[in-house]
């Protein structure tokens, strides 16, 4: 994995903002987007977003700072792994992939020593015109618009599965949709707990769980539909309802459960 990236056509932002170093960058204040994290009492991660000008337009990007905050496996490791850093190398394999994901810009890390702790940067396009799939259901009626919004959704859920992969954080709200001249185009976000696996049965139910029960249907009929462009067919078979029905009763699960 490469401890250091950047953008060449991002570069030339950064030195005219006086922010083309590690150092630079961390010191850097900027819009907190949300209150931080923190991670084993030890480690911290907080997203600032930043609006920076050039020549030709103005660069909205959104940049992760984590001091700390690595994974649990690495921390064994002798060089341990920030979770910045698993989030980077999983959206680039995301992209090779085809799967809609954000574009990064900028990453680094500095791996710790007896004086500095271990420290990571990541830069991510931001993601202009795009709503949260949630925000976005709750203010369009239109049924064409929202047919294919799960229509596309359901399509990148199903790469992600077909080529090994589970998001494992799989919410409306991790999925943003940009509407332009009656064409919707969607982006999955927050890749850091996104891995390659074995994708059996029971983790497929798990994730689709996970995105249906907090999505905005309308009516039974619209998540029925997503789930047969999800299954890529017609009509649900007796294979597919099985799943549907193993789908309801992991809701029903998870509703008691928080009762």
């Known amino acids: 994995m490469k401890k250091?990236?950047?953008d060449p056509v991002f570069?030339?932002?950064l030195k005219k903002h006086e922010l083309a170093d590690f150092d630079s960058l961390w010191l850097h204040e900027g819009r907190l987007v949300e209150e931080g994290n923190v991670?084993?009492?030890s480690g911290h991660s907080h997203v600032v977003r930043l609006k920076l000008e050039d020549s030709t337009k103005t660069w909205t990007?959104?940049?992760k700072r984590q001091e700390n905050y690595i994974t649990t496996k690495s921390r064994i490791m002798v060089r341990p792994r920030a979770i910045c850093a698993r989030e980077f190398s999983n959206i680039n394999t995301?992209?090779?992939l085809?799967?809609?994901t954000m574009q990064a810009l900028y990453f680094e890390q500095r791996d710790n020593t007896k004086k500095n702790p271990l420290r990571a940067i990541l830069i991510t396009k931001g993601l202009v015109g795009y709503l949260p799939l949630d925000e976005w259901l709750a203010k369009t009626p239109d049924r064409k618009l929202r047919a294919q919004a799960f229509l596309k959704t359901a399509q990148a859920l199903r790469r992600i599965h077909n080529h090994s992969w589970l998001h494992h954080c799989l919410f409306p709200k991790h999925i943003f949709i940009r509407e332009k001249d009656g064409q919707l185009t969607i982006k999955l976000i927050d890749l850091e707990k996104a891995k390659k696996c074995i994708v059996t049965k029971r983790r497929v139910i798990n994730e689709l769980t996970a995105f249906i029960?907090?999505?905005?249907?309308?009516n039974k009929t619209e998540m029925l539909q997503f789930m047969k462009y999800y299954c890529g067919v017609k009509t649900l078979g007796p294979e597919h309802r099985?799943?549907?029905k193993r789908i309801y009763a992991r809701m029903q699960y998870k509703k008691d459960k928080h009762r």
């Open 61 to 63: 990007v959104y940049m």
């Open 39 to 41: 991670k084993h009492k």
């Open 242 to 244: 099985r799943m549907l």
């Open 4 to 6: 250091r990236f950047l």
């Open 94 to 96: 995301w992209r090779k």
């Open 98 to 100: 085809g799967i809609p």
């Open 213 to 218: 029960r907090r999505c905005e249907w309308r």
């Open 11 to 13: 570069s030339s932002v």
